[in-house]
């Protein structure tokens, strides 16, 4: 087995944060590149300025580092790709096909994109929506991300380019912040918590959308990219489910801990965009593909967020 040097763009980002330190461990701090527009203060190990928009710039750090890996985490989200549609759609599709050709001319091994619930749009099965399902996104987001999963298949259909990709439900860490995002308010819910601040939620109290805890997401993520290649039977992009709940019974979770904690509902145009989502997912072909299985259920995430967040503020 040859060494692996993995670079991964968006490294600052939620998951990005997460996920090249969870790399590091797995094959070496000196093997991980990470890369953003910016570096987190708390970031250690090997990073570099990166705007993935520019060809060059992504070859140079592919050439300098021998890179065998991309993890093509940079994006524009949904909620934050509605207000300048053009400019999203340009960036999420110019990084991600610079990546792509990249990867195809220096034969690199294996590229990560990630995609999203929010592929799907009105006319699905909100409930336990199949893997194979319309797609007729609401989002330019979500435009991107169909189309990006579809350019992922064509690269390893025409070209071999092994190209894996998860439908990441909203992500949920203590460790990052999201940004831009229509599940966010999922994670900023437990920050006012633990500063014994009430909440104003964008969604109202009903809006169950599928969720995940980090530790999943990141685990599924590294799951898929061990998998042996003949067993990935999903080219374009795989389901996964963590868990679902509304913005009411995740208050109400946390109130088990802070009985004082207090949400409000002011619904902004986000709600639409979540309305256009699943309530929960069907993940049957990453179950049976790479042995797919969630352990984070309501209450464990929120313990867990509660008591990290909370040495994160004391
Ligand atoms: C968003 O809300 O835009 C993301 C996602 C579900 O892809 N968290």
């Not at 093509?72 to 792509?100: C, R």
């Not at 207090?262 to 309305?275: C, H, M």
Request: proline letters at 4%; glycine letters at 6%; aromatic letters at 12%.
């Amino acid at each position: 087995m040859h060494k692996e040097v993995i670079l991964i763009t968006g490294s600052s980002g939620q998951l990005g944060t997460v996920l090249a330190e969870k790399l590091q461990e797995k094959y070496g701090i000196e093997n991980i590149i990470a890369t953003d527009l910016r570096k987190n203060s708390t970031f250690n190990g090997l990073f570099e300025i990166l705007d993935v928009t520019d060809y060059e710039a992504i070859k140079a750090i592919v050439l300098k580092y021998k890179i065998t890996q991309i993890y093509h985490l940079a994006a524009i989200l949904s909620a934050n790709g509605e207000k300048n549609p053009l400019n999203t759609w340009d960036i999420n599709m110019k990084t991600f096909f610079n990546v792509l050709e990249v990867a195809r001319i220096h034969k690199i091994d294996k590229v990560f994109f990630p995609s999203s619930i929010a592929v799907f749009g009105n006319n699905i099965e909100r409930l336990n929506t199949p893997q194979f399902s319309n797609l007729t996104p609401s989002t330019v987001y979500g435009i991107s991300k169909v189309a990006g999963e579809n350019w992922g298949k064509y690269y390893f259909d025409k070209y071999g380019l092994d190209v894996r990709s998860l439908r990441y439900p909203g992500i949920i860490g203590y460790q990052s912040l999201p940004g831009g995002g229509t599940t966010d308010y999922a994670v900023d819910i437990f920050h006012k918590a633990v500063k014994n601040e009430s909440f104003e939620c964008f969604l109202d109290a009903e809006t169950m959308l599928p969720m995940i805890y980090m530790d999943d997401a990141i685990r599924a993520t590294l799951e898929l990219m061990d998998a042996p290649k003949e067993k990935i039977t999903v080219r374009t992009s795989y389901n996964i489910s963590g868990l679902s709940f509304n913005p009411d019974q995740l208050a109400a979770s946390i109130k088990e801990v802070y009985p004082d904690f207090k949400i409000t509902y002011s619904p902004d145009f986000r709600q639409e965009i979540a309305n256009s989502w699943p309530m929960s997912i069907a993940d049957t072909e990453a179950r049976k593909d790479f042995n797919w299985k969630p352990k984070f259920n309501i209450n464990l995430l929120t313990e867990v967020m509660l008591k990290n967040i909370a040495l994160k503020y004391n």
